[in-house]
């Protein structure tokens, strides 16, 4: 006879509140659903059905890992596999790709940002959900995704370029105010002069709302037809 189906999984107020802090009402309600999809359809969301809910949202895309079978949030991963001992829950897609994740050992501070929902109740000293806040700031995603646009390397673990992406998020820029300055400055600097100062130690400098609004200067048309 069948398993049944797991009814549910743990879930902790006070630490998923922590781990959206960067989510607005929108995003937040989002998320909640496409966590309700993965443990509902065995451990992956296909393709389909999450870009429907997600659509162009990088944030909200940068809470889950992709696969060719679908996307998966890492904790709930965990989760799930835990309570998998009790209740046959995750497909056969799911167990496959959750053991290769396993094995690649992804720990690195932007996947510990996805971390909501813990299966302890840990100790609630201020100062450790202090430090969990700072943990939260997305520095892989913001290095990734220039690296991704610009075709270079530069790793998100640099002290100085995290030190410089924290002092942006306490003046009250956000995830998105990142990729927008990638976008504009890459394609506004790439093939000129100042190519070479798509860099984060240029781009996260106190110019950085200089570039957040730059506008590429039209070129000039030509005098010949």
């Given at each position: 006879?069948?398993?049944e189906?797991?009814?549910?999984f743990?879930?902790?107020?006070?630490?998923?509140?922590?781990?959206?802090?960067?989510?607005n009402?929108?995003?937040?309600?989002?998320y909640?659903?496409l966590?309700?999809?993965?443990?509902?359809?065995g451990?992956?969301?296909?393709?389909?059905?999450?870009?429907?809910?997600?659509?162009?949202?990088?944030l909200?895309?940068?809470?889950?890992?992709?696969?060719?079978?679908?996307?998966?949030?890492?904790?709930l991963?965990?989760e799930?596999?835990?309570?998998?001992?009790?209740?046959?829950?995750?497909?056969?897609?799911?167990?496959l790709?959750?053991?290769?994740?396993k094995?690649?050992?992804?720990?690195?501070?932007?996947?510990?940002?996805?971390?909501?929902?813990?299966?302890?109740?840990?100790?609630?000293?201020?100062?450790?959900?202090?430090?969990?806040?700072?943990?939260?700031?997305?520095?892989?995603?913001?290095?990734d995704?220039l690296?991704?646009?610009?075709?270079?390397?530069?790793k998100?673990?640099?002290?100085?370029?995290?030190?410089?992406?924290?002092?942006?998020?306490?003046?009250?820029?956000?995830?998105?105010?990142?990729?927008?300055?990638h976008?504009?400055?890459?394609?506004?600097?790439?093939?000129?002069?100042?190519?070479?100062?798509i860099?984060?130690?240029?781009?996260?400098?106190?110019?950085?709302?200089?570039y957040?609004?730059?506008?590429?200067?039209?070129?000039?048309?030509?005098?010949?037809v």
């Amino acid at each position: 006879m069948p398993k049944e189906k797991d009814p549910a999984f743990l879930f902790y107020p006070e630490k998923f509140l922590t781990g959206i802090t960067f989510l607005n009402n929108e995003q937040t309600g989002k998320y909640i659903k496409l966590l309700c999809y993965q443990h509902q359809f065995g451990g992956l969301i296909d393709q389909i059905q999450f870009s429907s809910v997600v659509g162009d949202d990088r944030l909200l895309k940068s809470k889950f890992i992709e696969t060719e079978d679908g996307f998966y949030n890492l904790r709930l991963m965990k989760e799930m596999e835990k309570r998998n001992k009790k209740c046959n829950n995750l497909s056969k897609n799911a167990k496959l790709r959750w053991a290769k994740e396993k094995e690649k050992q992804c720990k690195s501070n932007a996947i510990a940002s996805g971390l909501h929902m813990p299966t302890k109740d840990t100790n609630k000293d201020t100062n450790k959900v202090k430090d969990v806040v700072k943990d939260l700031i997305p520095y892989k995603e913001i290095i990734d995704d220039l690296n991704k646009k610009s075709g270079q390397n530069y790793k998100h673990t640099t002290p100085k370029y995290r030190e410089l992406i924290k002092t942006l998020f306490n003046q009250g820029y956000n995830i998105e105010d990142f990729f927008k300055v990638h976008d504009k400055m890459v394609d506004g600097w790439t093939g000129t002069q100042f190519e070479h100062c798509i860099r984060p130690l240029t781009l996260y400098s106190n110019k950085f709302d200089s570039y957040l609004n730059f506008v590429k200067p039209k070129e000039k048309e030509s005098m010949f037809v």
